[in-house]
């Protein structure tokens, strides 16, 4: 494993990429599932109604997890001319969930709970936030991982063998690395971040 400290942050790379990322980033429909999420009830089996209009986005994925953050269902989605599902939850017992919708910009994460069999979701448990960027430059050999959040971030590269050879927990949101060290090849980086995982692959 690479130390954290042998990587070069620089400053102004990380101005210059952010804002030269900033117009691609949302220049693109987001996902348009935030009002689209209800409890329906049928033949007194209650279920979350999902719709998701026509986005520029071809697949979303779609998640159950619980508390304890274990993925209970997990679907990739089509959504080309909009999506439409009802979501039983008749086998999962009481407890705090979360519904967490995820397309190539925007995380919708719809917190909801279970209690006596009956399933209570607002509003006001909805939280979106854009999912992180990571823009590798081969001519200077620098990473840059971009999270848009106010909280600590972990970063992750792993070679082609699966092997962890840089780790970095308590990143900051927005991070430079210097990646002329590595061996030429394909990598996947991983950020976690709001409480999900998010990978890309970069070639050197």
């Known amino acids: 494993m690479i130390s954290i400290k042998n990587l070069v942050k620089t400053s102004s790379f990380v101005l210059v990429l952010t804002l030269l990322l900033s117009g691609s980033v949302f220049a693109k429909t987001p996902m348009g599932v935030t009002s689209h999420i209800r409890v329906v009830t049928e033949d007194n089996t209650q279920a979350i109604a999902l719709y998701i209009p026509e986005t520029d986005a071809p697949k979303v994925s779609i998640k159950i997890k619980n508390d304890a953050n274990d993925v209970l269902f997990e679907k990739r989605a089509k959504v080309e001319n909009g999506y439409a599902r009802k979501l039983d939850l008749s086998g999962l017992k009481d407890g705090r969930y979360h519904l967490i ?3 190539e910009i925007k995380v919708v994460n719809q917190a909801f ?7 209570l979701m607002s509003k006001s448990d909805r939280f979106t936030f854009t999912r992180p960027i990571v823009q ?4 200077r050999q620098l990473m840059q991982v971009v ?5 600590d971030i972990e970063v992750n590269v792993f070679n ?5 050879i840089i780790q970095e927990k308590g990143a900051q949101p927005s991070e430079v690395y210097n990646l ?3 061996r030429k090849g394909d990598y996947t980086v991983e950020v976690l971040c ?3 995982r998010f990978f890309q692959t970069i070639q050197l």
């Open 101 to 103: 919708i995820t397309d």
């Open 113 to 119: 709970q279970i209690a006596n069999g009956e399933v």
């Open 136 to 139: 590798y430059n081969p001519a």
């Open 147 to 151: 999270a848009f959040t106010d909280k």
């Open 160 to 164: 082609a063998n699966g092997e962890n």
């Open 180 to 182: 002329s060290v590595l």
């Open 194 to 196: 709001e409480g999900e």
